[in-house]
């Protein structure tokens, strides 16, 4: 798994990059912007669950999942470590998983 969040944006830095993350910094968005990048690559950190498995959001430290079928809910179950684990590594403090609802394919 690489690490691809790494600033706001990606590339080679300009000028009207830099000014962009300054802005963001001073505005708090920075840290928002980064969990929601790190929400959407739900799929390639667990490749094996994204058929049946979305990632759907992150609040106050809790990460929510939603599921296709609720057979699969035991199987979700059995990865929450890990995702605690691997999304600590890359810097989104979840302490808690909570599968909501089920969505459409």
Request: proline share 5%.
């Amino acid at each position: 798994m690489n690490d691809k969040v790494v600033r706001c944006f990606w590339g080679k830095p300009t000028l009207i990059g830099e000014i962009l993350e300054d802005y963001l910094e001073k505005e708090g968005l920075v840290e928002p912007i980064k969990n929601q990048q790190l929400i959407g690559l739900f799929g390639e950190f667990f490749p094996n669950l994204k058929d049946f498995c979305q990632c759907e959001g992150y609040r106050n430290n809790v990460l929510f999942l939603s599921i296709t079928d609720p057979i699969f809910n035991h199987e979700v179950q059995k990865f929450i470590p890990d995702i605690c684990r691997i999304y600590q590594e890359k810097g989104l403090m979840v302490k808690k998983v909570k599968i909501r609802g089920i969505r459409k394919k």
